[in-house]
């Protein structure tokens, strides 16, 4: 299955600031997916990230707030922008791994950030 | 009504027994579904997939699915310390372009 590297893995944001997190996938993939896992919770979807196109977003959560880029088959990076405290969360990049099964999914390790 | 519903535990089981877990989905068209296991501080993994109606069995575990019922469940057979964790259930939906919605986990406790 395919390797993801995601960093960084842990940060502490002041108010205000913005993080980009990156997520790099040793095998060409076309789909890859952020999501974000608040304390306590279950993942959930924040969008999906084409190769060539624009970021699919999932409702309640948009382009201006979480900005995504997609320059190739290995590569996305996923930007929290005006970050606040309710944005402290565990970010995942996860990519499908078909060896496994039609539409199994490898996580990256995730990205755990502590806005203050 | 949530996309995915699991009962959220705590389940506690003592070691050695059967440990049960539950899942109902509400989108009828989800072709795909999965368990994933999420230790504390690390992210899921793949348990189980499941894609016909039945029972698959994978050592000791066994997924069921009734698409009918719109249920899937995990049996844990011979429960160990080391299956402690979070149990996440995870519907793979054609809505909206085929992801993976995931419920909210059922933590599981194996006492020994």
């Known amino acids: 299955s395919a390797v993801i590297s995601q960093k960084p893995s842990r940060d502490i944001c002041q108010r205000g600031t913005s993080l980009t997190i990156q997520c790099q996938v040793d095998?060409?993939?076309?789909?890859m997916f952020w999501y974000r896992q608040q304390p306590g919770q279950s993942l959930t979807l924040i969008a999906t990230a084409n190769q060539g196109s624009e970021a699919t977003y999932e409702s309640g959560f948009v382009i201006d707030k979480f900005p995504i880029s997609r320059p190739n088959l290995t590569f996305s990076t996923l930007t929290v922008s005006n970050m606040s405290p309710e944005d402290s969360s565990i970010y995942l990049c996860s990519v499908p791994n078909p060896f496994s099964g039609a539409n199994v999914l490898t996580f990256g390790a995730g990205s755990r950030l502590t806005v203050l | 009504q949530k996309e995915v519903e699991q009962n959220s535990g705590p389940l506690s089981v003592p070691e050695g027994a059967i440990a049960s877990l539950n899942c109902t989905y509400s989108d009828r068209g989800s072709q795909s579904f999965f368990w994933y296991r999420q230790y504390s501080g690390k992210s899921p993994e793949l348990i189980m997939s499941i894609y016909s109606n039945g029972d698959k069995e994978d050592g000791r575990f066994t997924a069921q699915l009734n698409k009918a019922s719109q249920y899937v469940s995990l049996l844990i057979r011979d429960s160990q310390p080391s299956d402690s964790a979070t149990y996440l259930c995870?519907?793979?939906?054609?809505?909206?372009?085929?992801?993976?919605?995931f419920g909210a986990g059922t933590r599981l406790f194996v006492k020994a």
């Open positions: 995870a519907v793979n939906t054609p809505t909206g372009g085929f992801k993976t919605i």
């Open positions: 095998s060409q993939v076309t789909m």
